[in-house]
Structure formats: C-alpha cells, structure tokens
C-alpha cells in the first residue's frame, strides 16, 4: 500500500529553526493536499499548514510569517520549514498526504508523528 514516514524532528533552542520532511512511498497515482498537524501536551490536535496540488496554501495564525509549507511531487514528499521557534510550538508533528491510488479514490495517511521540542 502506501507509507508515509516523517523525518527532522528534535530538539531546537527557542528562535531557532528546523525542517521536518514527509515522504509517501508505495503504489501512488497522484497526490492532492498535503499537510500538518500538530499536538502539544494537554491541547488537542491542531492544523498547521496545508499545500494543495495547486500550490494554493494554507496557514495557521500562529504559522504564518514563521513556517513555510512546501512539496517535491517527484519525490512524493512535503516539507515544513520552521523559523523562529518558540517554546509554544512544542509538539509532536504530524503529516498527512490525501493520495489517491490505481483506483482513482483518495486516502488519508498519515505519518508516526516526529516530536519538535523547542527550549534553552
């Protein structure tokens, strides 16, 4: 079927930056959105970012001016480049890529999730 295996996670000091990576392998005719989420402790799953097949994107407000969402189709991965970390963006990330198959349906999966701890 399909993979999707997440990569970059780590821990960073606060005003630094990190790039997490999401890679889907597997039997793939195209893939739409793709996106992530993230979880912190105590606080329920919240979007992040997503980037359609378009390019058309989206962010969060506490993403935006500081995160970059981007995708590689060739390489079936997304990407999300952190800048300015604060110490509130701890979290366990996640990816998620809507593929769509032989079939011509789409299905959500999504990666293990890669924790970001951001503190001095």
């Known amino acids: 079927q399909v993979q999707v295996v997440e990569s970059g996670g780590g821990l960073v000091q606060p005003g630094g930056s990190l790039g997490l990576s999401c890679a889907a392998s597997g039997r793939i005719f195209d893939i739409r959105d793709m996106g992530w989420y993230r979880q912190a402790p105590g606080k329920q799953r919240e979007l992040v970012a997503w980037i359609a097949n378009s390019g058309r994107t989206y962010y969060a407000d506490f993403a935006k001016g500081r995160f970059t969402i981007s995708r590689d189709n060739a390489k079936s991965t997304v990407y999300l480049q952190m800048y300015s970390l604060k110490p509130e963006d701890t979290a366990v990330y996640y990816c998620?890529?809507?593929?769509?198959?032989?079939?011509?349906?789409?299905?959500?999966?999504w990666g293990q999730g890669t924790q970001v701890t951001v503190s001095s």
């Open positions: 998620y890529q809507d593929v769509v198959g032989i079939s011509g349906t789409g299905e959500y999966y």
